[in-house]
């Protein structure tokens, strides 16, 4: 299999499904977005991806060409016959993730590539709900899509070699860098990325520092692009408390979640999509 798929479906109108979609058609693929929440938000996601992208040279073809290759529709069951390759997006619930995939197993042609954005749920568990779990594997994307460096490619004990190549080959497509990991909890990124903003928000709540403390001394001691806190809340506080709950049931009490980290759950500080997580981005 060789070239980038020219119809590319995508289950979950979120920031990351928008920004899977994005990265594709502005490449020149056909995609199609399965949302069954709001539209017209999922639209308008898409619409200021391109826009910032178009703003700052970024995009090959105009515009309004760009995003006439994305079409949204309200159920899986409308998504293509013809696609090539299903990117699934919805939020970190294993039981929703099982039932959508098993559900666009159906409507897809059984040679189509079904891929995960988890960011720490086992493929291989979530390609048990498959008839033919060889095709898929997962593809973590990281926030935001169109911007990041890097896709993990998440290789599932049933996926076959053939589809790991021909994937990493699509990824450096996407002006990317695949990097295949096994199956493990958190696989690489995760795993790294959240014990270490885990830690930070236990320093926060020990008042070692502040948040703006903190995160610079990893910027300019550790040269990161960013600090832990400012990453946590551009992930999203509630994402990262459903991933450390996960990883802290299956790798132990390391992964488990501060009580800050809950607390503030718990009061609807998200981070940037609420306006307010351990910076204030009213």
């Not at 977005?33 to 709001?38: I, K, P, Y």
Request: aromatic letters at 4%; charged letters at 25%; zero cysteines.
């Amino acid at each position: 299999m060789t070239g980038l798929p020219d119809r590319v479906a995508v289950i979950g109108g979120g920031r990351m499904g928008v920004g899977i979609a994005h990265a594709f058609a502005a490449l020149g693929a056909t995609v199609t977005v399965s949302e069954t929440g709001d539209l017209g938000a999922a639209r308008k996601r898409l619409t200021d991806s391109l826009s910032r992208a178009a703003e700052r040279g970024k995009l090959v073809d105009p515009l309004d060409v760009v995003a006439g290759r994305v079409a949204f529709v309200a159920s899986v069951a409308e998504l293509p016959g013809d696609t090539r390759l299903l990117v699934e997006a919805v939020p970190e619930d294993p039981g929703l993730k099982r039932r959508v995939l098993a559900d666009a197993e159906r409507v897809v042609p059984d040679d189509a590539v079904i891929a995960t954005n988890t960011s720490s749920l086992s493929p291989t568990e979530l390609g048990a709900a498959l008839r033919n779990p060889s095709r898929f594997l997962g593809m973590h994307f990281f926030n935001p899509v169109p911007a990041s460096e890097l896709v993990e490619i998440v290789r599932a004990e049933t996926t076959s070699d053939a589809l790991v190549r021909d994937v990493a080959g699509w990824v450096e497509l996407l002006g990317k860098t695949p990097v295949v990991v096994r199956d493990s909890p958190g696989f690489a990124t995760s795993r790294l990325g959240v014990l270490l903003g885990l830690e930070a928000i236990r320093m926060l709540e020990e008042g070692v520092a502040d948040a703006e403390s903190i995160d610079r001394a990893m910027e300019l001691g550790y040269k990161h692009p960013m600090g832990p806190l400012r990453s946590t809340d551009l992930v999203g506080l509630d994402i990262r408390l459903a991933v450390a709950d996960y990883l802290h049931g299956t790798l132990g009490e390391r992964f488990a979640p501060p009580q800050l980290l809950r607390d503030k759950v718990a009061r609807g500080e998200l981070g940037r999509k609420s306006g307010r997580g351990f910076y204030d981005w009213s």
